[in-house]
């Protein structure tokens, strides 16, 4: 076949359409979130003095820690994902929640005596934390891997890796919600390998299963 | 030259995007020869045909026209398609290749014209299922139109249009899975 013919062959369905890309990952997190919620709720559930919680800064400050991270891993992943977009400075933000989780750590070890360190670093449900985040986010990781097949990422791998940091956000978002371990010194330790975790297999992902 | 480029294959990439065939053909045509002037740049030693590289590229041009976002411009989307396609079949072919990502050099691809060769879209064509194989032939190979084909073949032109669609997409796939 001619190149020429090709081309009268890709003209003939040019009629045929699909989905900008940009809205479409708008849907997908939509879908992502609520699958997420669905699992969340019907399994471990907010902790039952949630709105005392609420009034303190430590258990706070988990959300912006994964809220962070997941707008950034958003915001990287659409780059990604798209051929030729520049994706400078959505990597540069790809920094700010681990830098805020560091600057809070820092902050947990002048305010809290050293007596209480390990206390606060072990806490009281790691292994639940480590095995919940990524059973909530491991629906949302599914649509995005499906959603970078969608697209066309020249880099699937980092594009993979990317899609498990999102949905590692995502999932310990709502975990937060239940965990009684509000301290810094224990998200840094515990969330950081759950969402390691999703983000290997977001890696494996992109490499296995993202070819365009 | 680039920037004279840039606003014309956009424009024409949105018109094409908003339903013009006509523009739709030009602007694959433009890229056509735009890509094969960059294919042919970048492979200096021998094993992989450029004009293989360039089917690949026009396919996933089209498959993923979605990706382009209209107001983003249109020439760094088509290169790092065009780009990921030829490390692509480097990749396929056993060949471990670094690919300069150079982007000076591209704004000197020449627009070059195509030779005739037995090509990897050929053997592709031939796995599909005989349906959609006989209506993307019958478009492409034997230049017929929607309707031309829907006569010759006994069918809707509905049905040649999601054949023409599902076995490009396949030819699509086929050519990333490998």
Not at chain 1, 32 to 44: E, H, L, Q, R
Not at chain 1, 155 to 167: E, K, Q, S
Not at chain 1, 200 to 210: H, K, P
Not at chain 2, 59 to 74: E, F, G, N, Q, Y
Request: proline share 4%; net charge positive.
């Amino acid at each position: 076949m001619r190149t020429e013919d090709l081309i009268k062959a890709l003209d003939a369905d040019a009629r045929e359409k699909a989905m900008p890309l940009g809205k479409a990952w708008w849907l997908a997190v939509g879908v992502a979130v609520a699958i997420a919620a669905a699992v969340f709720f019907a399994t471990i559930g907010p902790r039952p003095d949630i709105m005392l919680a609420m009034h303190t800064m430590r258990f706070m400050s988990k959300f912006v820690f994964t809220l962070v991270l997941a707008a950034s891993a958003f915001a990287l992943i659409r780059g990604l994902s798209m051929p030729g977009a520049s994706t400078r400075r959505a990597t540069a933000w790809m920094a700010a929640a681990p830098l805020l989780v560091v600057l809070a750590v820092v902050l947990e070890l002048f305010v809290v005596p050293e007596a209480d360190w390990g206390k606060r670093f072990v806490g009281s449900n790691m292994m639940i934390c480590m095995s919940f985040i990524p059973l909530i986010g491991i629906g949302p990781l599914a649509i995005f891997l499906g959603m970078l097949r969608y697209g066309a990422p020249t880099r699937p791998v980092l594009a993979g890796a990317v899609a498990g940091l999102l949905a590692g956000g995502l999932a310990a978002t709502f975990y937060a919600a239940h965990c009684f371990d509000d301290s810094p010194l224990f998200v840094a330790t515990w969330y950081t390998i759950a969402i390691a975790f999703l983000t290997l297999l977001g890696a494996i992902g992109g490499r296995l299963f993202v070819r365009w | 030259m680039t920037g004279k480029d840039e606003a014309e294959l956009s424009g024409l990439l949105r018109a094409a995007i908003a339903g013009d065939e006509k523009a739709y053909a030009d602007f694959l045509h433009r890229i056509a020869a735009l890509v094969r002037g960059f294919v042919r740049r970048k492979i200096v030693q021998g094993g992989v045909d450029p004009e293989d590289v360039v089917q690949e590229t026009l396919l996933a041009i089209h498959v993923k026209r979605h990706t382009w976002r209209s107001d983003a411009p249109v020439l760094p989307w088509i290169y790092a398609i065009a780009r990921f396609k030829l490390i692509d079949a480097f990749r396929r072919r056993g060949r471990r290749i670094e690919v300069e990502i150079d982007e000076i050099a591209e704004t000197f691809a020449e627009p070059e014209a195509e030779t005739v060769s037995d090509r990897d879209i050929n053997r592709a064509l031939d796995g599909l299922p005989p349906a959609q194989r006989s209506v993307v032939s019958s478009i492409s190979v034997d230049g017929h139109s929607i309707g031309e084909t829907a006569i010759k073949l006994g069918i809707s032109e509905t049905a040649v249009r999601v054949s023409l669609h599902r076995g490009l997409a396949a030819i699509a796939k086929r050519f990333g899975r490998q």
